[in-house]
């Protein structure tokens, strides 16, 4: 994939896809993000290491603010399933709204209900004998 140009030098070092290579230029100095990594010009590289001393923003991790650890972080694959399931299992055990809305399989986000969503269990009404 560095022959075909698709992956760039972020930060840390790491490669980045080229749907996300402008995110580096939010601090640190800019750079040309056509220059491969295969190229490896001096420069380059130096200013792409100069972009590795600036960890990325708060905001663009996907982890705001871990109930457990109160850290902001990057959480990928299965590591971010678990942590949306123990997150409405969190809520279901506090009995909070947004969980119980999960439990009962309804919408959580204030949607409207009355006309919309009656797909799913049915709930009929029994004939008299």
């Known amino acids: 994939p560095i022959d075909s140009g698709i992956f760039y030098l972020g930060p840390g070092g790491v490669s980045v896809h080229r749907n996300n290579r402008h995110l580096p230029r939010t601090r640190g100095p800019r750079h040309d993000h056509d ?12 200013t792409f290491l100069c972009l590795c001393d600036h960890p990325p ?50 919408r959580v986000r204030g949607q409207h209900t009355k006309t919309t969503g009656r797909r799913g269990k049915t709930v009929g009404v029994s004939k008299k004998r």
């Open 35 to 46: 220059q491969r990594l295969a190229d490896g010009l001096q420069d380059t590289l130096r």
């Open 57 to 106: 923003s708060s905001w663009f991790l996907n982890r705001k603010k871990d109930y457990k650890d109160g850290r902001f972080s990057q959480v990928v694959s299965n590591a971010l399933d678990m942590k949306l399931r123990d997150d409405l299992e969190r809520l279901k055990k506090i009995r909070n709204h947004r969980g119980l809305r999960h439990y009962w399989g309804l």
